[in-house]
């Protein structure tokens, strides 16, 4: 991940070996089902990744895609989700979008987790009015 990496990508998965964990977790009773790999604390922010440009309303807008090539799916997880009453996060797949996500959304754990979105690549938008103040990082 270079300095400001406008593009996450995620290592390579052994699907062979998950085959072959999933094949052993089945024969043991009481194992939930895998429904998927994740890639935990990946330490992406608006302040060291993706990309921030001119918005409408003389705003702010970022910009980050993610992908894991070969997914069938990919679930977003935002650790620290709290945005201002008027900016507004959007999450892109190849086939639909997701929001917009607001400050309605913030929850006391301050997490965010999107559902499942069809493909290997999404894009995260973020749009930062510029009646927000100056946008965090």
């Known amino acids: 991940l270079g300095p400001r990496a406008t593009h996450w990508c995620a290592p390579g998965l052994d699907v062979e070996n998950l085959r072959r964990q999933n094949r052993l977790r089945r024969d043991r ?18 302040a060291n990744s ?32 709290d ?7 959007f999450i892109r797949g190849l086939e639909s979008s997701l929001g917009p996500y607001s400050a309605a959304d913030v929850r006391e754990h301050g997490e965010l987790w999107s559902p499942p979105l069809a493909g290997d690549t999404v894009t995260l938008e973020l749009f930062w009015p510029a009646s927000s103040g100056e946008a965090k990082t």
Request: charged share 15%; hydrophobic share 35%.
């Open 50 to 81: 993706g990309d921030w440009s001119a918005g409408p309303d003389g705003g702010r807008q970022w910009n980050l895609t993610l992908s894991s090539p070969g997914a069938l799916w990919l679930v977003v997880g935002l650790d620290r989700f």
């Open 83 to 89: 945005l201002p009453e008027t900016a507004q996060l």
């Open 29 to 46: 009773p009481g194992l939930p089902t895998r429904v998927g790999h994740p890639f935990k604390k990946l330490g992406l922010s608006t």
